[in-house]
């Protein structure tokens, strides 16, 4: 965060869209993992022998069974969507070994280490190619297999662009971080296709949307990194955001998207000082500034119903809050005092050191809220509580993205606030400990209140 008183390449890119930064590691000996995860998702599989380059083991049988479907939806979904019927890709599918010898080269590239670590799909030709040698394994071992539906079924929404006549420099409608938003919109919708149960082979539950969104993030951009830059993919708020649009609306909206119609999040750093500390205030910076800033905001969002209230203090303390049912975890609302008893000793300096200095900004943010849903007397505790302490966090947040705003966020704060969501349901308990068990759906809340402001969650 920033404070107030704190302080060949480019042609390449016209016709390769590729998943963003690559993904390192090499796939390790424990195909039994690799083999579960493909039991569980899977229906039933399908033959590879239509992927070139392949070599027929288990993971290009996944995913040649995860394009298929993907084919399958596109048949159903395209002609809906656009005018016309889906057409196959005429270059068809590569599954390349980088570490192999002897491996003929890809399409569209000049030898087989350049995919190295990634998925792309190539225009020109028509193509996707796809690392099964350690981008495939990776993902499926620390993600599930539905990391591998979410990856190709971006790179199949590149295909869609190429059919429906959407491209890069279109009037400035299309920029490349548009593109991106829009193949990950798409791949939102195959997966709620999936999980409702429409695909032949693939098999997805709730339960796997958390790992398939850490996937996805793993894709980010580098913090700082420029919206207008020309290999853009977007920030892990952008990127989550888009998918889930899809996952909600279906492949419709995901067409409309354009450059006049998003307020993407990333951003560069502000200036050489918040570039120096890498957009990161050191914790005690951290909250005194959110104690000198989150009060108004509230103040300003209660409104009317806010007549009266007095915005809580903050309490730092080694030790675990103790007010109330002592359940709220990190940092609490103690109503009877009207105070936000913090301890930096615990998880809070964990998240801050582990994430970054927004994501225990936003779990502080949602106990300002509950002080805040408190004076306006909406419920504390359940379902409706839990869903609004986010929305109002987000708000929150997203009231910093405005221009001319004294405190602001930093690069790569919005990415900390999704990591946290994910990570930790802290951000969603009630006043009782109560919280939201699934990362998505806090994400979804937060984001609400992000997008739509105050009212959304219910103030103003």
Request: proline share 4%.
């Amino acid at each position: 965060m920033a404070g107030r008183a704190i302080g060949g390449a480019v042609a390449l890119l016209l016709v390769l869209t590729a998943c963003g930064p690559s993904v390192e590691g090499s796939a390790s000996a424990s195909r039994a993992l690799v083999a579960d995860e493909i039991q569980q998702s899977t229906k039933s599989l399908v033959d590879p022998e239509f992927v070139e380059g392949g070599d027929g083991g288990d993971i290009d049988r996944l995913a040649a069974t995860v394009i298929t479907d993907i084919g399958d939806f596109w048949r159903e979904t395209y002609p809906a969507t656009f005018d016309g019927g889906w057409t196959e890709l005429r270059g068809g599918y590569h599954s390349v070994d980088p570490t192999e010898r002897g491996q003929d080269r890809p399409p569209c590239l000049d030898v087989a280490e350049q995919v190295e670590g990634n998925a792309y799909y190539c225009s020109t030709q028509d193509v996707i190619v796809w690392d099964r040698g350690a981008l495939l394994p990776v993902l499926t071992e620390r993600y599930g297999a539905g990391a591998m539906m979410v990856v190709l079924a971006h790179e199949t929404g590149h295909a869609v662009q190429e059919r429906s006549g959407i491209g890069r420099g279109r009037g400035g409608l299309y920029t490349p971080i548009v593109i991106e938003a829009m193949a990950d919109c798409y791949a939102g919708a195959f997966m709620r296709w999936v999980l409702d149960g429409n695909a032949e082979h693939l098999r997805l539950t709730a339960s796997e949307l958390d790992p398939s969104l850490r996937a996805l993030i793993t894709f980010r951009d580098p913090v700082g990194t420029d919206g207008r830059d020309s290999g853009a993919h977007g920030d892990a708020f952008d990127r989550v955001s888009e998918f889930q649009d899809g996952y909600d609306g279906g492949a419709s909206p995901c067409a409309e998207i354009t450059s006049q119609n998003r307020d993407f999040t990333q951003r560069s750093f502000n200036n050489a000082e918040d570039e120096a500390r890498g957009g990161n205030l050191a914790l005690p910076e951290l909250l005194e500034a959110l104690s000198a800033d989150l009060g108004p905001y509230f103040t300003e969002a209660l409104g009317a119903k806010g007549t009266g209230w007095t915005a809580p203090a903050v309490d730092q303390a080694r030790t675990a809050p103790d007010c109330g049912t002592g359940r709220q975890g990190a940092a609490a609302f103690c109503a009877e005092d009207n105070v936000v008893r913090i301890a930096t000793d615990g998880t809070i300096a964990e998240v801050h050191g582990r994430i970054g200095d927004f994501g225990a900004g936003t779990i502080v943010a949602t106990r300002y809220a509950l002080a805040a849903m408190s004076a306006a007397e909406l419920p504390l505790t359940g379902a409706e509580a839990q869903r609004s302490v986010l929305c109002l966090a987000g708000s929150y947040t997203g009231s910093l993205l405005k221009p001319r705003r004294e405190f602001t966020v930093s690069p790569g704060d919005l990415d900390e606030a999704v990591l946290v969501l994910l990570g930790y349901d802290y951000p969603s308990r009630d006043i009782d400990g109560g919280a939201i068990a699934s990362g998505f759906e806090r994400v979804a809340a937060f984001r609400d209140g992000v997008v739509g402001g105050a009212r959304e969650c219910g103030l103003g």
